[in-house]
Nanobody, 125 residues
Framework: QVQLVESGGGLVQAGGSLRLSCAAS????????MGWFRQAPGKEREFVAA????????NYADSVKDRFTISRDIPKNTVYLQMNSLKPEDTAVYYC??????????????????WGQGTQVTVSS
């Protein structure tokens, strides 16, 4: 059974940085895409970034492009989201997700089969 465990969230001032981690277990992820989504209070869950496990190709939401970087460490079965120049509007619960989408770093929520429990990121102004 696939398990995704996020860590690294917290409280940071605007302009600061955080690095989120997602430890994946339960199967081989070579045919998976891995994504980060976020959900702020009263809002829909939205795409943030994705990476293809096998090709390392990436995809970003326009709102985080040039500030966030997604990467994966194959030996550690871990996906990271480095978040720089954080803004108050980045405040949300961040979720890691995995989907059998092959080489595609998809931004489509419905193509992800497994989700972590989420980690809170709060950016103060």
């Amino acid at each position: 059974q696939v398990q995704l465990v996020e860590s690294g969230g917290g409280l940071v001032q605007a302009g600061g940085s955080l690095r989120l981690s997602c430890a994946a277990s339960g199967r081989t992820f070579s045919n998976y895409g891995m994504g980060w989504f976020r959900q702020a209070p009263g809002k829909e869950r939205e795409f943030v970034a994705a990476v293809s496990w096998s090709t390392s190709s990436t995809n970003y939401a326009d709102s985080v492009k040039d500030r966030f970087t997604i990467s994966r460490d194959i030996p550690k079965n871990t996906v990271y989201l480095q978040m720089n120049s954080l803004k108050p509007e980045d405040t949300a619960v961040y979720y890691c997700a995995a989907g059998t989408v092959g080489y595609i770093a998809t931004n489509k929520r419905e193509e992800y089969d497994y989700w972590g429990q989420g980690t809170q990121v709060t950016v103060s102004s």
